[in-house]
C-alpha cells in the first residue's frame, strides 16, 4: 500500500461521512480480490452493514475492523472458514495505524502459481516459490504469496468440494521449501529458540514459515513441529534453557494454560510467546501473544537483545 492509501484511508476513518467504504476500496486496502470479499459475505456474513436505499452497501468502520482482523487471521495460517468464525463476533476499535501492516499483495503472481497448482504442476509451484523468496526473503513470502494462494485454494474446496489433492500437493512444496531455510550458518544467538505446536495441534505451516523467517534474521531455532508432547517441550527447557519460547495452538482446545504451568524454572528465565487463534479466549497472563508472524519476530528478537 502507498503512503498516499494510507493517509487517504487514515482520514476516511478520522471523518465519519468518509468512513464508508466500497468493496473495491475494502479490497485495495487488504491487498484481496473484491470475489473474495463477495464469497467472505456471501459464504460468512461478514459484508457491509451500511446501506442507504438506491446506493450500493458500503462497509463501515466496524466493518472494516472484523475484515482486518479475519485477514490478519488468514495471514498466520488459519483457514478462511475458522477465521471467519472468530473475526464475526470481533469488536475492536479500529487503528488507522494497523494500515501500516497490510501486506501488498502481487494478484498476477498469486493468480500464476494458483492456476500452476489447479494443474498439480509441482515443479512449476516449487520454482515459483522458490524464485520469489530469493528475490523477496521468506517472511515477505508468506504473507504476499503463500497465504493469498493457500486462501484461494481452501475457497475453491470450500465452494466445490474439489481440491484437496491440490491442498496437500501445495502444503507439501511449502513445508518442503521453508524448511530448506530453517538452518542457520552463523547465528547471532547462542542458544536455539524453542518453536512447537502443542497439543494435537497439526497445523504447521506457520510455525514452518516463522522458523524461516527467524532464520533470515540469523536466529537458530530448535523446531519441533507438529503435535509436540508436553514432555518433550519441557525435557528441551530443562536441557537447554531457551531465550525464548514460541507455541502455537491453531485451535483452541490445544491452548493448554497446563503446558504453560508446567513449564520447568530454569535461569535465565525464558519468554514465552503464543501464536495462533486458539489462544484468542485463553489465560495467558505472563505470556507475549503474537497477532502475526512479524509481531513474533519482533518479540523474539527482542528476547534475545537484538
Not at 64 to 69: E, I, T, V
Not at 95 to 107: H, Q, R
Amino acid at each position: 500500500m502507498s503512503p498516499e492509501s494510507q493517509i487517504s484511508a487514515a482520514t476516511e476513518v478520522a471523518n465519519p461521512e468518509l468512513a464508508r467504504l466500497t468493496v473495491a476500496a475494502v479490497a485495495r486496502r487488504l491487498g484481496i480480490a473484491p470475489g473474495t470479499l463477495r464469497t467472505w459475505d456471501r459464504r460468512y456474513g461478514l459484508g457491509p452493514s451500511d446501506h442507504c436505499v438506491g446506493e450500493h452497501r458500503k462497509y463501515t468502520q466496524e466493518d472494516f475492523a472484523r475484515l482486518l482482523y479475519m485477514h490478519k487471521l488468514v495471514v498466520s495460517g488459519v483457514s478462511p472458514a475458522d477465521a471467519a468464525k472468530l473475526a464475526v463476533g470481533h469488536r475492536p476499535e479500529f487503528s488507522p495505524s494497523e494500515l501500516s501492516s497490510i501486506p501488498s499483495v502481487d494478484g498476477h503472481l498469486v493468480t500464476s502459481l494458483y492456476r500452476a497448482s489447479q494443474a498439480l504442476d509441482r515443479v512449476g509451484v516449487e520454482q515459483g516459490i522458490r524464485a520469489q523468496i530469493a528475490k523477496d526473503g521468506v517472511a515477505a513470502v508468506w504473507v504476499n504469496l503463500l497465504v493469498p494462494l493457500l486462501c484461494l485454494i481452501g475457497e475453491e474446496w470450500e465452494r466445490t468440494g474439489e481440491g484437496i489433492a491440490t491442498e496437500h500437493m501445495v502444503s507439501d512444496v511449502i513445508k518442503k521449501v521453508l524448511g530448506e531455510h530453517i538452518k542457520v550458518s552463523h547465528p547471532r544467538n547462542e542458544v536455539p529458540v524453542l518453536l512447537a505446536c502443542i497439543g494435537e495441534e497439526m497445523h504447521s505451516l506457520a510455525i514452518t514459515a516463522l522458523a524461516a523467517s527467524l532464520a533470515e534474521l540469523g536466529i537458530q531455532v530448535q523446531f519441533l513441529g507438529a503435535r509436540t508432547p508436553t514432555d518433550a517441550i519441557n525435557e528441551v527447557v530443562r536441557r537447554c534453557a531457551p531465550p525464548a519460547i514460541f507455541l502455537w495452538a491453531q485451535l483452541p482446545e490445544n491452548a493448554s494454560i497446563e503446558v504453560l504451568n508446567s513449564l520447568p524454572n530454569v535461569r535465565p528465565a525464558p519468554r514465552i510467546i503464543l501464536g495462533g487463534p486458539g489462544w484468542a479466549t485463553a489465560d495467558c497472563h505472563g505470556a507475549f501473544v503474537a497477532e502475526d508472524l512479524a509481531s513474533a519476530c519482533r518479540e523474539i528478537a527482542l528476547a534475545l537483545g537484538l
